[in-house]
């Protein structure tokens, strides 16, 4: 007779992700009830409508919706400027004729002005999150997201557009009203930079895309699979920086977010749904940021090696001196055990 | 008149570390008063010394220590091995014959089996952080690591040594009682990799040390010195990944922690003990992580132009979607500002 532990990690291994060659460390020793990671049922702190800013954004001074659907009067999403942006336009041109930033020294140092957009992408319901949003409302935030990312790609002056969604507190969001963002940035971010190129290397040298290769090995060895359905396909990563942490890949490779058919966002928007329900059960309603990884804005035709996914990072662990004086994350579960325990 | 305001960022900018070539924003609209983002004064939670595992730590079963200084019986600062060691040694020995870690493939992917040394670096005083031991108990808790580090120096199966503290819950700590870590891994760590290339590129380029570069416009720009003495300087730099962020140089070139002479390491102390004080009082008590920044282990003549540092990060903000899915790190206080209500 096995004991189911007698398949798991004893010690701690150091895995390199094959996408953007960083090691990370998978050491489940220092947490040896992983159960006890996981935090105590807490109540979310939902915040009154009363007073929310993003009941009714034109009226709290958010100007007018930049995209709004299906209307304006009656939008179930919409999307406003960021109040509190990160980057602004030159001339705040809603993506048009403006002067793009330009990099100059300051001493030793390269600085670039922070010019581009900081979108807010808000849903109509004060109480309902992206898993429990109906399909087709899902579906529809996915879709303007990807009209508003159609809008910056020929803009010569804008280099990248991350897309992403805080939800609670310790994940960053100041706000309780459901809401997401886009940020466009001037530059390619380092880390993305990163993995494109580790990406390329990879099909410059097996003649494949890496991130079909990771899925078809996840398929093979299923212990990791927590979902799966006809277009798209979840998985705890063999290298995971934190403890249940998520990727959704459309299965169909493409290289672009804002090339994904309808067909193929509601199969992405089914997998991300059930698997935020997952988190808000088995790990107690836990905190949580997502992510879309997409190419950049510009030289569609670089990025072919590349396959658009979303990450789910569950607000678990906190990064210690060891994390950010190496830039090693540690894992204290073993992403096999994290896969039993969240299914 | 001018307000002091006039000076200050009003607008972001992306701003490029001269010495790992990553992108920063600052972005100080984000956060209209700085003094919001300072945390509440609130009494720091002290563990009672009863239950404490390091009061005692060979009574709890920590083994007997690696080092203690000045001595076993009347120690004021000992080294164990930790408990829940992210990385042991193959045979348990104390840094001699063994076995390296080797590279396997599982699947698509390299492993390295997580082999090392994870120790406990403990001073006697339950309550006093490395901010409140005398200027001799400081300084002797760096030539421990000194000490220690030096085990490690020969063993060719090693290649870097990380040592760190984390000080409170927030930044990690779960215990209370002061302790620091010292981690040595099979690998050298990618954000290591990352400064030690981009520092060597500069040296090639300019035939300068990068950290020798920055210290002097720090100290022409004057706006972002926190303290400084005979031996060694303290700035919040131009480029800073947190707001209040610290680094503490030797003011003499030199690329080694373990070389630094006891002179040298008063200098250091001095200087970091005078900024977490800082940290206490301005910012009420926050958590901080602290950790040394050094030459890797091996090939120690490939290293000239790397600066031995050490960096203060108070536990201010939260990584978010932004910062998760592109590396960069968005910053809400102005460096030049932070510095005026740090000193």
Redesign the interface.
Known sequence: MFHVSYFMLH??????D?VS???I?I?P??A?RPHDLIRKPQKRKKAPIKGCPFEDPQKTTHGEPILAYPNKKNWQVQIVQNK?????PWKNSNVGVHVC?SAFQ?????????RGYHDLVITRDHYKNFAHLSKHQAVMVLKIMQDRYKMFLNDSCLA?T?I???WGP????SIYHPHY?I?T???V????Q?SLKGSAQYFQRYKKC?HC??ID?EK??RSRIIYENKGAIVFIP??SREPFELRIFPKKHSSFFEDATKENLKWVVDALQKVLILIEKRLNDIDY?????TSPLRNKNKYYHYHWHI?V?PKIS?????E?????E?TVIDPDVAAKILK
């Not at 509190?84 to 602004?88: D, E, H």
């Not at 971010?189 to 993305?192: E, F, I, M, N, S």
């Open positions: 010690n701690s291994e150091l895995r390199k094959i060659g960083d090691w460390v050491s020793q220092r040896k509190y942006p990160v980057f602004v930033a300051k001493g030793p140092y390269w600085v670039v002005d922070g990248y991350s992403f969604h805080n310790k994940a960053g969001a963002q940020i940035l001037p530059v971010p380092p880390d993305v990163h890496v290769v990771m090995w093979k060895s063999f290298v940021n997502f992510f879309i990884h990450e990072l906190v990064s210690a001196g060891f950010l004086g190496t830039g090693i540690i």
